[in-house]
């Protein structure tokens, strides 16, 4: 049982390129989400998702597109990456309680 | 005005020192309260859940909810080198939303040994 599982763990990407983080779950959860933390900022919700086919937006959702064809995975697609995209992200299962996976580092030049 | 707040630190205490984290927040229909703790580098691991107001133990860690005060915080007995982690609170407004949590901007301890 892996959890949570995000790839890449770190990633580098020049501003104007788009790139799709990774998350997948092996605990058949309904609820999927990603974050991204900032420093003094704390976890911010970007989209979720309450299962396959159905996703919505959170609190910071421009720039970011997902989608949910499975129930395990759920990825995060940056179209266009800003230099304000320099973050780490998050992906996170619940059933009762959030699982979050190990995150993302992205830097974006 | 952030529907958390939570003081950033960073917070440095000796071994066996007693630790007391601190969260308000602003709207009134919160009714869950969590507290995450992050390892650096890592991602957030759920360390105590709690409805309501009132106190909640597990172990070394109590947390504490003040519906009145909109005040809540984390005691943490007898701290350890293995606590130093980032503390994040989070609050949601039911358990059918509490996936959606609304995060505090996480407050860094340090245990010294």
């Known amino acids: 049982n892996a959890g949570v599982t995000q790839t890449p763990k770190f990633q580098v990407l020049k501003t104007g390129q788009s790139m799709t983080l990774q998350c997948a779950q092996d605990?058949?959860?309904?609820?999927m989400s990603w974050y991204r933390q900032d420093p003094g900022m704390g976890l911010r919700l970007i989209h979720y998702s309450v299962g396959a086919g159905i996703t919505d937006q959170g609190e910071v959702p421009n720039g970011y597109n997902v989608s949910r064809s499975t129930t395990e995975d759920f990825p995060l697609r940056l179209l266009s990456a800003a230099p304000s995209q320099t973050s780490v992200y998050f992906c996170?299962?619940?059933?009762?309680?959030?699982?979050f996976g190990p995150g993302t580092r992205l830097l974006v030049l | 005005q952030k529907e958390v707040e939570q003081d950033p630190g960073p917070l440095s205490v000796p071994e066996g020192a007693i630790v007391s984290l601190n969260c308000t927040y602003s709207?009134?229909?919160?009714?869950?309260f969590m507290w995450y703790r992050q390892y650096s580098r890592k991602g957030p691991e759920l360390l105590m859940y709690?409805?309501?107001?009132g106190n909640k133990e597990d172990g070394r860690f109590t947390a504490q909810v003040d519906k009145s005060s909109k005040y809540i915080s984390l005691f943490i007995r007898d701290s350890q080198p293995s606590d130093s982690a980032t503390y994040l609170c989070a609050v949601s407004i039911s358990s059918g939303s509490a996936r959606q949590l609304t995060f505090g901007s996480g407050t860094q301890l340090t245990v010294l040994p």
């Open positions: 605990m058949n959860h309904e609820y």
């Open positions: 709207n009134s229909a919160f009714q869950y």
């Open positions: 996170a299962s619940s059933s009762r309680t959030q699982y």
């Open positions: 709690t409805y309501s107001s």
